[in-house]
T-cell receptor
């Protein structure tokens, strides 16, 4: 099985712009989660989608949004970029239902730099 | 309060020795799962081991074992016979409830492990 695929791997944007990140989960996985990783804060949960519905949301401003498509692929959008949004954005997938011990399977991440 | 606490920002271990990475957690949910991940410098997060709150025995996966002390709310990772390739960041994580209600994982801030030849 192919793993979790995130595109692009690297992005450089300027303040005020917006950005869209993409994630393709492992085949058969219906849950996709997004995390922001920064050196000072560790991994912070952004949101989780399951069957095209946002099931959980972390404590991030409304500039951060996401969606999931019928094929379970997910996109994350950040509008009005700020310098503090520079981070590694990790996408993770899992079956999402009925498996108590399911770990998250992570992609390689998208490294976003805001200048 | 932090859900997951890792108090060791950095650790060093001699090659072939064992090392313990500490993790404490905070939850009032009787059902939860504890996970350990490894993140090499390349950035990918690699799942290592899982312990469920109802598991009676400590989890083991090859050279990895989890020292689960439920009353103390600790879930320490033990790596036996350290190898140079074990040098990486290690994250402890917890999910409360079961995957039917959501998949929000809480992560600690990580421990950087360096294996010395």
């Amino acid at each position: 099985k192919a793993g979790v695929t995130q595109t692009p791997r690297y992005l450089i944007k300027t303040r005020g712009q917006q950005v869209t990140l993409s994630c393709s989960p492992i085949s058969g996985h219906r849950s996709v989660s997004w995390y922001q990783q920064t050196p000072g804060q560790g991994l912070q949960f952004l949101f989780e989608y399951f069957s095209e519905t946002q099931r959980n949301k972390g404590n991030f401003p409304g500039r951060f949004s996401g969606r999931q498509f019928s094929n379970s692929r997910s996109e994350m959008n950040v509008s009005t970029l700020e310098l503090g949004d520079s981070a590694l954005y990790l996408c993770a997938s899992s079956p999402g239902q009925g498996r108590w011990n399911s770990p998250l399977h992570f992609g390689n991440g998208t490294r976003l730099t805001v200048t | 309060a932090q859900k997951i606490t890792q108090t060791q920002p950095g650790m060093f271990v001699q090659e072939k020795e064992a090392v313990t990475l500490d993790c404490t957690y905070d939850t009032s949910d009787p059902s939860y799962g504890l996970f350990w991940y490894k993140q090499p410098s390349s950035g990918e997060m690699i799942f290592l081991i899982y312990q469920g709150s109802y598991d009676q025995q400590n989890a083991t996966e090859g050279r990895y074992s989890l020292n689960f002390q439920k009353a103390r709310k600790s879930a320490n990772l033990v790596i036996s016979a350290s190898q140079l390739g074990d040098s990486a960041m290690y994250f402890c994580a917890m999910r409360e409830g079961d995957s039917n209600t959501g998949n929000q994982f809480y992560f600690g801030t990580g421990t950087s492990l360096t294996v010395i030849p």
